[in-house]
C-alpha cells in the first residue's frame, strides 16, 4: 500500500497565484485533514473531512479551500497564494476518530510564496 | 496560546544517554499520541495512550500517561543515532474530534 500520497513535494509560488495541493490515500480511510508546519508552531489544522462530502474548518482556514469527492482524495487550494502561506502542508488520514486510532501522515509539499 | 507544550524544545545529547520529553496542559485529554518526524517527511505514529495512568513501552522507549489525563511523558533509554528526530505530542479533547498538536521536541543523539 502506498499509503499517504502528497504532491508536489516542492512549489514555488507568486503573490496572487492559485494552485492545489493533491493528497490521496488507498487505506480506505473516512477521515483526512490537513495540516501546515512551521517553525516553532508546530502542526496547525487547516481543513478536515470525516467522510466524503463533508468537510471543515480547522485552525487556520482563511485562504484555504477544500473539497471530498471521494474517500481517496482531499485537495487543498490555495486561493490567491500569499507570504505568509509559505510553509510545510501535511496531509493525514485516518481509519476512526475514535481515541485510539493514530493518523497517518503523508511526505509533506514545501512551498513558498515570492 | 499552545493548548499542548513540549518541554524540552531542543534536546542534544551523547549515544548511551538516558533521557525524558514532557508533553504538558491544562486540558483534560481522552488520549494522547506521540509521533516522531525525521527531515523531509511527514511525521510516523510511535504510540497511543488513552487510559491515566497508562504505560507503553516500544523497545527503548516508554510513554506515560498522567493518571490526570493532562500530561504525558516519553522516557529513552540509552538513546541512539536513530532516535534523532523530532517528537511531537498530540492530543483529542474530550467531545472535539480534532488532534491538536504539541510544538515539539528536537532531539540529536551524536555517536
Known amino acids: 500500500n502506498a499509503g499517504v500520497t502528497q504532491t508536489p513535494k516542492f512549489q514555488v509560488l507568486k503573490t496572487g497565484q492559485s494552485m492545489t495541493l493533491q493528497c490521496a490515500q488507498d487505506?480506505?480511510?473516512?477521515?483526512m485533514s490537513w495540516y501546515r508546519q512551521d517553525p516553532g508552531m508546530g502542526l496547525r489544522l487547516i481543513h478536515y473531512s470525516v467522510g466524503a462530502g463533508i468537510t471543515d474548518q480547522g485552525e487556520v482556514p482563511n485562504g484555504y479551500n477544500v473539497s471530498r469527492s471521494t474517500t481517496e482524495d482531499f485537495p487543498l487550494r490555495l486561493l490567491s497564494a500569499a507570504p505568509s502561506q509559505t510553509s510545510v502542508y501535511f496531509c493525514?488520514?485516518?481509519?476512526?476518530?475514535?481515541?485510539?486510532?493514530?493518523?497517518?501522515f503523508g511526505s509533506g509539499t514545501r512551498l513558498t510564496v515570492v | 496560546t499552545q493548548l499542548l507544550e513540549q518541554s524540552p524544545q531542543f534536546l542534544s545529547i551523547q549515544e548511551g544517554e538516558n533521557l525524558t520529553v514532557y508533553c504538558n496542559s491544562s486540558?483534560?485529554?481522552?488520549?494522547l499520541q506521540w509521533y516522531r518526524q525525521e527531515p523531509g517527511e511527514g511525521p510516523v505514529l510511535l504510540v497511543t495512550?488513552?487510559?491515566?495512568?497508562e504505560v507503553k513501552k516500544l523497545k527503548r522507549l516508554t510513554f506515560q500517561f498522567g493518571d490526570a489525563r493532562k500530561d504525558s511523558s516519553l522516557h529513552i533509554t540509552a538513546a541512539q543515532p536513530g532516535d534523532t528526530g523530532l517528537y511531537l505530542c498530540a492530543g483529542k479533547r474530550t467531545g472535539f474530534q480534532k488532534l491538536v498538536f504539541g510544538t515539539g521536541t528536537r532531539l540529536l543523539v551524536s555517536p
Open positions: 486540558s483534560v485529554f481522552s488520549s
Open positions: 493525514a488520514s485516518s481509519y476512526s476518530l475514535a481515541e485510539s486510532y493514530g493518523y497517518t
Open positions: 487505506m480506505n480511510h473516512e477521515y
Open positions: 495512550v488513552v487510559t491515566g495512568g
